[in-house]
């Protein structure tokens, strides 16, 4: 069976630090893998997805990147992380096929001081 | 911009209440519907997908389409207060999901 692993759970960051968020699925090959940020009591926002390795699609213009190295591996980035950050970020991963539903990770809590 | 809008609640039901849970979509171009549970401080869970018009059952849930009037349901039977969480609906749109902003449910005991 699929699994998503994502990691770290919580992270607190100084303002203008980096960060770097990973995702990684198991038990399935070439799939969509997707990047959401939840701020609190808020719906999810789609910031990056991919459809294959190097493939990145941005939704929301701001200061973060995401980049897919390796096929199962979706990595989110920031050079100098705003107060703006903060919020509950999740990837996801669904089949390669436009009308599958998507799995989620557990999710990093990310809290910018 | 392809919408999808469900109330915010709080809906609150009586345990062993029917919960109904409503969604509604701005893409007639739309195939596949989701609903996701998300207990507060969790990720969401898919708990059901339905692809055609009608009805789709699954133990106590009942997912409901209507792509003529562009809305899915989501009925909850017997409800419990483990069910207390936010509901999200979520439509495909060319490789993406468009969620809504979810409806919160509260089950009192």
């Known amino acids: 069976s699929q699994t998503i692993h994502q990691w770290p759970a919580t992270l607190v960051q100084p303002v203008g630090s980096p960060l770097s968020l990973e995702c990684t699925v198991e038990g399935t090959s070439n799939p969509n893998l997707y990047w959401y940020r939840q701020a609190a009591g808020r719906g999810l926002q789609l910031l990056f997805y991919?459809?294959?390795?190097?493939?990145i699609s941005s939704e929301v213009p701001q200061n973060l990147s995401a980049s897919r190295p390796q096929d199962r591996q979706f990595i989110l980035s920031s050079k100098k992380l705003l107060l703006s950050d903060s919020g509950f970020y999740l990837c996801?991963?669904?089949?390669?096929?436009?009308?599958?539903?998507?799995?989620f990770g557990d999710g990093t809590r990310l809290s910018i001081l | 911009q392809k919408e999808v809008e469900q109330n915010s609640g709080p809906l609150s039901v009586p345990e062993g209440a029917i919960a109904s849970l409503n969604c509604t979509y701005s893409d007639r171009g739309s195939q596949s519907f989701f609903w996701y549970r998300q207990y507060s401080g969790k990720s969401p869970e898919l708990i059901m997908s339905i692809y055609s018009n009608g009805d789709k059952e699954d133990g106590r849930f009942t997912a409901q389409l209507n792509k003529a009037s562009q809305y899915v349901s989501l009925l909850i039977r017997d409800s419990q207060p483990s069910d207390s969480a936010t509901y999200l609906c979520?439509?495909?749109?060319?490789?993406?999901?468009?969620f809504g902003s979810g409806t919160r449910l509260l089950v009192r005991p």
């Open positions: 991919s459809v294959g390795i190097g493939q």
């Open positions: 979520a439509v495909d749109s060319s490789y993406k999901l468009i």
């Open positions: 996801a991963w669904s089949i390669n096929r436009g009308d599958q539903p998507q799995h």
